[in-house]
């Protein structure tokens, strides 16, 4: 009964620090890579091409079929209508809740008792590094490999209490869950080779006492029992190096990179005990591996090392345990192999999300010693102040989600911190935008451009592939700036950067549909139809090149080539409604009303409420209505049709 009331106080703190999230929209971070699964109402094509989708082309980035597959479910759970950000934060919270369980009933089967199991699940379910795992919805990846990561753990524990094959077979299988649903839990078999040599069953655990470093069982027994973790294991990193992007802009010496990996190792153990001035995307580090300064992390890991050797058996095993499960699970992010978040940062707080429960376990044995056989004043006193480091905790995570409320929330805040960072300026340019702000957005866009010209070259790797991607994202971001001088209304100005985005990338098909629709506004068919063509030969698939093309076709006097373009791409997306709404518009061009009719109807059940369709709908009843009676007027009103 005990223990249910103390889970029961874990959710409520929970729900406290996160329900005030709930209603939040996604952050306009890694949206458009995560768009065609959160959008996707075709659940068994989409989970077969997730799980055969071994090069990204899905979901860009490495191999984690699960973690996607579970955000598209929260589409389903909701109705079946699309992304729902409420669903998928309920969600995240509740993994998250169901992880600090698992905590809790790890460390408890460790032999600790609940105070200090529950202390760590506490500490693990509000610490403000947790926040950006929860809020953030790419990152259900990591919640769900973390609960199959610590449910292999607890039916590991169970299996080598019992010898039970059943046991071990589904400590294998929910290793390979984990990762499938995000490849950093590779660490597992380390972990558990760990736990063999400072947890051996049938020898003493307590701490404090160095006879249990010394297994229980033989060795080779030990590691026959771990290699197919292991196997799996390495197959899997495989994998991931294969379809994960190195960085552009990592240090390319290793030494860098060494030196990098222990200044993060440093910064992550001050930010567990210290979270504050926690930042979504933390500004990039300069390494400079001939500074002093640079090596003093790496010295510092060098010494704490040797003191943990030598005060091994003071320390104990199961305080060992605890501080591999905080170091090993981060040695995949620590940057010591190259991968692209390493082009933002060397750190991030999402990092430390599986880790933190090793962390959340140290802290909690340490408090709870701190308070054993002192006089009772004393342990009051320090009851108190464990209470009030709680209490700062859970307001720090608190202030952390208000940063996540939305995309311009975000990115502002992220630029207090990275006011040089270009990356920022853009994704907070993309914000604004959507939220109807376009002249603050190309203001955004103008100083991302100003900032990517200015950006330093990087002197690795092939000096043409480096060339390319330097003008391809300079591209980008004239095409980000022409897009919003379009959407503001400043077409004129819009052409100018568009045609030096198509300059520098002529293979960018979104610049040309969007120069297209630019030229089209000012009256320029003949260009327009030009550039709007080859949007559509580069990317047969770009909704707003079609819609334009099929625009400029009718306004031409051609409307049934307009037709014929529009018919045949609703045969693959039969439920675009801008299609669908162009496809009326030349019908209606046509003399075909009963036919734009049919196809505005079509619209109307794919989007009930888009006003768009409405309006053509009723002019097109209208037309109709006039044709029947011979009273009304001849000409065809021109509806509301639009890229």
């Not at 294969?242 to 200044?263: G, H, N, V």
């Not at 997306?573 to 196809?599: C, D, H, Q, T």
């Not at 768009?612 to 109709?624: D, M, S, V």
Request: proline share 5%; aromatic share 10%; glycine share 8%.
């Amino acid at each position: 009964m005990k223990n249910f009331a103390a889970v029961g106080v874990l959710a409520a703190i929970l729900l406290a620090i996160y329900l005030p999230n709930v209603g939040d929209s996604f952050v306009m971070w890694d949206l458009d890579a995560y768009r065609s699964v959160l959008e996707s109402t075709t659940y068994f094509q989409t989970t077969w091409g997730l799980l055969t989708d071994f090069s990204g082309k899905v979901v860009s980035g490495y191999y984690a079929p699960l973690g996607s597959i579970s955000l598209m479910m929260d589409g389903w759970i909701a109705g079946g209508h699309g992304p729902s950000p409420r669903t998928t934060l309920l969600v995240n919270i509740f993994l998250h809740f169901v992880n600090g369980l698992l905590v809790f009933v790890l460390i408890n089967t460790l032999g600790e008792g609940v105070g200090v199991a529950w202390l760590a699940a506490l500490i693990f379910l509000i610490h403000p590094l947790q926040v950006s795992s929860v809020l953030w919805f790419a990152q259900r990846k990591g919640l769900l490999a973390t609960a199959f990561y610590l449910a292999a753990y607890l039916t590991y524990f169970k299996h080598r209490k019992t010898e039970s094959p059943a046991n071990y077979a589904l400590s294998v299988a929910l290793f390979g869950a984990g990762l499938l649903s995000k490849p950093t839990v590779v660490v597992f078999p380390v972990v558990l080779l760990a736990t063999e040599m400072f947890l051996p069953t049938g020898a003493g655990n307590a701490r404090g006492t160095g006879g249990s470093m010394q297994a229980s069982r033989p060795l080779r027994k030990i590691l026959l029992r771990l290699v197919p973790f292991f196997v799996i294991s390495i197959v899997f990193a495989a994998v991931t190096v294969r379809t994960e992007a190195a960085a552009d802009a990592a240090d390319s010496l290793l030494q860098q990179r060494l030196l990098a990996a222990a200044a993060a190792l440093w910064f992550y153990v001050g930010k567990v005990l210290f979270p504050v001035g926690l930042d979504p995307i933390y500004p990039r580090w300069n390494v400079d591996w001939t500074s002093v300064w640079w090596w003093l992390p790496l010295a510092g890991l060098l010494a704490a090392a040797v003191l943990i050797v030598w005060f091994r058996a003071a320390l104990g095993g199961r305080s060992l345990w605890g501080a591999v499960n905080f170091v090993v699970p981060l040695l995949p992010m620590l940057g010591i192999t190259r991968f692209s978040y390493m082009d933002l940062s060397y750190v991030a707080d999402h990092f430390v999300y599986l880790a933190m429960m090793g962390a959340a376990y140290c802290m909690a044995v340490g408090i709870t010693a701190l308070r054993t056989h002192r006089s009772p004043p004393l342990r009051h006193g320090i009851a108190a102040a464990a209470a009030a480091y709680a209490t700062f905790l859970g307001v720090q995570a608190h202030l952390q989600g208000r940063i996540w409320h939305d995309s311009v929330t975000f990115w502002t805040r992220n630029l207090q911190s990275n006011p040089d960072s270009w990356r920022a300026h853009t994704f907070l340019g993309h914000a604004l935008l959507a939220a109807g702000r376009s002249d603050d957005a190309a203001a955004r866009f103008r100083t991302a451009l100003e900032l990517r010209r200015s950006e330093p070259r990087v002197e690795t790797g092939d000096a043409i592939v480096q060339a390319n991607r330097f003008r391809s994202g300079l591209a980008s971001a004239y095409y980000n700036l022409g897009n919003a001088l379009l959407t503001g209304g400043r077409a004129a100005e819009a052409i100018q950067q568009l045609r030096e985005a198509v300059r520098l990338n002529p293979g960018f098909g979104k610049a040309y549909g969007s120069l297209g629709t630019a030229l089209l506004s000012l009256g320029d068919f003949e260009s327009a139809e030009q550039h709007l063509a080859k949007a559509v030969e580069i990317d047969p698939a770009n909704l707003q090149a079609l819609c334009g093309l099929a625009m400029v076709l009718t306004e031409m006097g051609r409307p049934a080539a307009a037709v014929d373009l529009l018919s045949r791409e609703l045969e693959r997306s039969p439920r675009s409604v801008p299609m669908l709404n162009n496809l009326a518009l030349a019908y209606l061009r046509l003399g075909r009303v009963l036919e734009a009719i049919a196809i505005l109807q079509r619209a109307a059940v794919v989007a009930p409420h888009d006003p768009g369709t409405q309006q053509n709908l009723r002019l097109a009843l209208e037309q109709a209505r006039n044709a029947e009676s011979k009273d009304g007027p001849t000409a065809i009103p021109t509806p509301k049709g639009g890229p």
